[in-house]
């Protein structure tokens, strides 16, 4: 069930795909969607948490240190932002749906977010980088750039963002 309302959510978006439909793609019944989840709400959370733990596991897979490590960041979300079917960050996607900030699901929007800004913070402190905090806002903001341009197909606005960001920090 979680592997389809994935799929379908990020393809087709959150709040367009109800629960009878991840149910019949699932091929499950209904009691056993229900046996698993409260509401379509504990589903997108679970699609979110897996989401996060993924990026966080290829993330941190990249080898490196300091601002090698972080430019090799950048790059291999440049590169995923051109694969085909990509549509964007699944967490602005989410947000873009969830506009109260104060739901569960912006609430690990929001956590997740930190998280790569946290990373990104002590790659540049690691680097012994001046103004690191206010750098790695910015790191942030392309990250989030990155997605959006991609997921637009605009290449040349994700290439042109990581070149600038890098020579910036």
Excluded at 53 to 75: E, F, H, K, N
Aim: proline letters at 4%.
């Amino acid at each position: 069930m979680l592997g389809t309302a994935t799929r379908l959510f990020y393809a087709e978006g959150i709040h367009t795909v109800g629960v009878d439909r991840v149910i019949a793609d699932a091929s499950v019944a209904k009691a056993t969607f229900y046996h698993h989840f409260k509401s379509k709400e504990d589903l997108v959370l679970a699609y979110l948490s897996t989401e996060y733990a993924r990026q966080r596991t290829v993330l941190d897979a990249v080898p490196g240190t300091g601002l090698d490590r972080l430019s090799a960041i950048l790059t291999k979300l440049a590169a995923l932002s051109e694969g085909p079917g990509f549509r964007g960050c699944p967490f602005l996607n989410a947000a873009a749906e969830y506009p109260d900030a104060t739901t569960p699901v912006r609430r690990l929007v929001d956590e997740y977010r930190a998280w790569f800004r946290t990373l990104m913070l002590s790659l540049l402190t690691e680097a012994d980088r001046p103004d690191a905090d206010q750098k790695a806002d910015l790191l942030l903001l392309i990250r989030d750039g990155i997605t959006v341009a991609g997921g637009l197909g605009d290449q040349a606005a994700v290439q042109a963002g990581v070149r600038t960001a890098l020579a910036t920090v």
